[in-house]
Each structure stands twice: as structure tokens, then as C-alpha cells.
């Protein structure tokens, strides 16, 4: 029997299903689905309109380009096993796994010759082969994919580009327009310290995987009753196919850096990241996507450990995070610099 590596974290994609009454479904990618030759040529790649999440061309070997998911808060790229079975990927040894729902053993998959045409590397890799429909696409990628690289994403212009990372100018003064956050680094993904809750300290791990923000029971229970709206459970699907009931509300007063967020659509779940991160005791966040399109542009620098926020041109009028839950406006970023 194979010894297994220390279980593999993948944060992504906790898929809400809408409201336990009257949500609606998300759509899910064709697993035969693949993007035009063009769509590679450049740097510059245009955001994925799957969902509020983002997907970039990725070539296997000779094959694609197949639309995969960028996700920040998982360590390893993902492969669905409707892809691997159409490219007829050597299997590897199943590894742990630990998704929104648990930890649970799945397959992995040896992809050979995987590239992103703006990075211009190719690299084999050992990837968790799971469900098209779970995952939301035909693959993700993680942190082994992206650990050396910037990852910029201009939401204003709709375009996202991946890049080597540079040695970081500390000459450099930030714009007006821009908030600049060094973070720690756990397991590959990095964590924002600078962040609070009226005065209280909470931990952030930037999640582009994830089209909801969540939060766990030590937040919540350091915010109190009073200050949020009235919860309602929604019901969210991880990458490996089981579900969880997150109660979805709004929270004020949340700061990070020098950004003071009005409110900011939280759900609440003390689910399997946070212990994975030591974060149970903590007031924590998983940042998704919903909160990050409230930014203009958002910078991911890994090497450097360096987040860059690019406030709205006008950031007196209210900005939604474009929150796929009924009747949820979403966050709104207030003057905080």
C-alpha cells in the first residue's frame, strides 16, 4: 500500500445551488467544450463566462485548449475525469483530499505537457481527477501551477493575465487608487493578515475559486446577532459532489488593509479549510469572488507575497460583488485610504 503525502487542500469551488427555497442552478461546462486557437495567442486572456469565477485556455500536451478555472485557494491542479478519460491520462495514486465538505481519498491522474500559452512553461503534473459537474469545468488550476507567477485580474476591463513574477521594487509607492498587502504564506496559499473587524484582527485567504465568501464560527460569533442582517441557509456542493448548508448574511464594518468595506455578503460554515489552516479558534474568511469584484483590479503576486487592490475609479458610488444569491446586493467598499 501506497504511504500517502499529507492530505492535499483544495479549497475551490463551493457551488451555490441558491436559497434552500426557489434557488437556481448554475450552469456547468460541456466537458468536450474547448476554446478557439486564438484565444492563447496573446498574454492577455479574457475572463471565462462560466460564472463569477475565472477560466484561462490550458493546452495538455498537443490537445485544447480546455477552459480551466484559476483558483488561488487550491494547492493542486484539478483535471475532471470526463477530460482525463478523453486524453487517456496514465492514472496515479489516490491521495487525500480535503474539500469545503471533508476529507475524502480520490484518484489522480498524470498529465503530461500542461501549459498555459502566457507562461510559456510546460511541466507534468499528478492531479486529483474528479467529476466536470462538481468542479464546474473540465479542470482547475492550483498552486502548483501558479506558485512562481502573478496573477493579475482587471475586472473593470474584463481581462485577466498570468506572468513570471518579478523582484518586487520597494521603491515603489502605491498609487492613491491603490491598497498594497504583503501576506504570509501557508501551504501555497496566502493568508492577509492586515484585515479586521471592528478592531479585531481576522485572517483572510484570497480564494479566487470560490464564487462566495465564507466565514467561520469564531467570526460569527465575534460579530454577534445585532450587527448582521437576518441569516438564510443556501445550500453549496463541493468539488467532490457532496453538499453543505451555510447560513448567507451580510457583515459590516469589515476593514482589509486600508479598504473599510461597508457590508460584505459572508456565509457561515466552519467547513474543513479552516481547520486545515489552524483557523478554527480565529475569526477567519475564505475571500471569494464575490468580494474581490468589488475591486477595480486585484494583483496576486505568490513569490513576492504581495496583494495589490486597485480601488473603483469613484469609490463614493456603491459597488456589488455581483452575488449569484437572490436578494443579496452584495459589498460595498467604502473611502478607506
Given at each position: 500500500?501506497?504511504?500517502?503525502?499529507?492530505?492535499?487542500?483544495?479549497?475551490?469551488?463551493?457551488?451555490?445551488?441558491?436559497?434552500?427555497?426557489?434557488?437556481?442552478?448554475?450552469?456547468?461546462?460541456?466537458?468536450?467544450?474547448?476554446?478557439?486557437?486564438?484565444?492563447?495567442?496573446?498574454?492577455?486572456?479574457?475572463?471565462?463566462?462560466?460564472?463569477?469565477?475565472?477560466?484561462?485556455?490550458?493546452?495538455?500536451?498537443?490537445?485544447?485548449?480546455?477552459?480551466?478555472?484559476?483558483?488561488?485557494?487550491?494547492?493542486?491542479?484539478?483535471?475532471?475525469?470526463?477530460?482525463?478519460?478523453?486524453?487517456?491520462?496514465?492514472?496515479?495514486?489516490?491521495?487525500?483530499?480535503?474539500?469545503?465538505?471533508?476529507?475524502?481519498?480520490?484518484?489522480?491522474?498524470?498529465?503530461?505537457?500542461?501549459?498555459?500559452?502566457?507562461?510559456?512553461q510546460?511541466?507534468?503534473?499528478?492531479?486529483?481527477s474528479?467529476?466536470?459537474?462538481?468542479?464546474?469545468?473540465?479542470?482547475?488550476?492550483?498552486?502548483?501551477?501558479?506558485?512562481?507567477?502573478?496573477?493579475?485580474?482587471?475586472f473593470?476591463?474584463?481581462?485577466?493575465?498570468?506572468?513570471p513574477?518579478?523582484?518586487?521594487?520597494?521603491?515603489?509607492?502605491?498609487?492613491?487608487?491603490?491598497?498594497?498587502?504583503?501576506?504570509?504564506?501557508?501551504?501555497?496559499?496566502l493568508?492577509v493578515?492586515?484585515?479586521?473587524?471592528?478592531?479585531?484582527?481576522?485572517?483572510?485567504?484570497?480564494?479566487?475559486?470560490?464564487?462566495?465568501?465564507?466565514?467561520?464560527?469564531?467570526?460569527?460569533?465575534?460579530?454577534?446577532?445585532?450587527?448582521?442582517?437576518?441569516?438564510?441557509?443556501?445550500?453549496?456542493?463541493?468539488?467532490?459532489?457532496?453538499?453543505?448548508?451555510?447560513?448567507?448574511?451580510?457583515?459590516?464594518?469589515?476593514?482589509?488593509?486600508?479598504?473599510?468595506?461597508?457590508?460584505?455578503?459572508?456565509?457561515?460554515?466552519?467547513?474543513?479549510?479552516?481547520?486545515?489552516?489552524?483557523?478554527?479558534?480565529?475569526?477567519?474568511?475564505?475571500?471569494?469572488?464575490?468580494?474581490?469584484?468589488?475591486?477595480?483590479?486585484?494583483?496576486?503576486?505568490?513569490?513576492?507575497?504581495?496583494?495589490?487592490?486597485?480601488?473603483p475609479?469613484?469609490?463614493?458610488?456603491?459597488?456589488?460583488?455581483?452575488?449569484?444569491?437572490?436578494?443579496?446586493?452584495?459589498?460595498?467598499?467604502?473611502?478607506?485610504?
Amino acid at each position: 500500500m501506497t504511504k500517502l503525502a499529507r492530505p492535499l487542500l483544495l479549497l475551490p469551488l463551493l457551488l451555490p445551488l441558491g436559497a434552500v427555497a426557489g434557488g437556481r442552478d448554475l450552469a456547468t461546462q460541456d466537458p468536450d467544450m474547448i476554446a478557439t486557437e486564438s484565444m492563447i495567442e496573446g498574454t492577455l486572456l479574457a475572463l471565462g463566462q462560466l460564472d463569477t469565477r475565472l477560466t484561462v485556455p490550458v493546452v495538455v500536451g498537443n490537445k485544447g485548449p480546455y477552459n480551466f478555472i484559476i483558483d488561488t485557494g487550491a494547492e493542486r491542479t484539478v483535471v475532471s475525469r470526463e477530460l482525463a478519460g478523453s486524453l487517456r491520462l496514465n492514472a496515479g495514486n489516490p491521495i487525500q483530499l480535503t474539500s469545503m465538505t471533508g476529507v475524502s481519498m480520490v484518484n489522480t491522474v498524470v498529465v503530461p505537457d500542461l501549459s498555459i500559452k502566457s507562461i510559456g512553461q510546460l511541466h507534468t503534473v499528478i492531479a486529483p481527477s474528479l467529476g466536470a459537474r462538481d468542479l464546474g469545468a473540465v479542470g482547475l488550476l492550483g498552486i502548483d501551477t501558479l506558485s512562481k507567477h502573478q496573477v493579475s485580474i482587471d475586472f473593470d476591463a474584463g481581462t485577466m493575465t498570468v506572468r513570471p513574477s518579478e523582484k518586487r521594487d520597494r521603491t515603489r509607492a502605491p498609487r492613491r487608487d491603490e491598497i498594497v498587502i504583503t501576506a504570509k504564506s501557508l501551504f501555497g496559499q496566502l493568508i492577509v493578515t492586515d484585515a479586521y473587524y471592528a478592531g479585531t484582527r481576522i485572517q483572510v485567504v484570497l480564494d479566487t475559486g470560490s464564487q462566495v465568501t465564507m466565514g467561520n464560527s469564531a467570526l460569527r460569533k465575534r460579530v454577534g446577532r445585532g450587527r448582521m442582517k437576518k441569516a438564510f441557509p443556501i445550500q453549496l456542493t463541493s468539488v467532490t459532489g457532496e453538499r453543505a448548508i451555510a447560513d448567507y448574511t451580510e457583515v459590516p464594518d469589515i476593514r482589509v488593509g486600508r479598504l473599510a468595506f461597508g457590508t460584505m455578503p459572508v456565509a457561515f460554515a466552519d467547513v474543513a479549510p479552516f481547520e486545515r489552516f489552524g483557523l478554527t479558534n480565529r475569526p477567519a474568511l475564505l475571500l471569494g469572488m464575490d468580494a474581490l469584484r468589488s475591486f477595480a483590479r486585484v494583483d496576486i503576486d505568490f513569490p513576492n507575497r504581495q496583494v495589490r487592490f486597485t480601488m473603483p475609479k469613484n469609490v463614493r458610488r456603491e459597488r456589488t460583488t455581483g452575488s449569484l444569491i437572490p436578494g443579496v446586493e452584495g459589498s460595498s467598499p467604502g473611502r478607506g485610504y
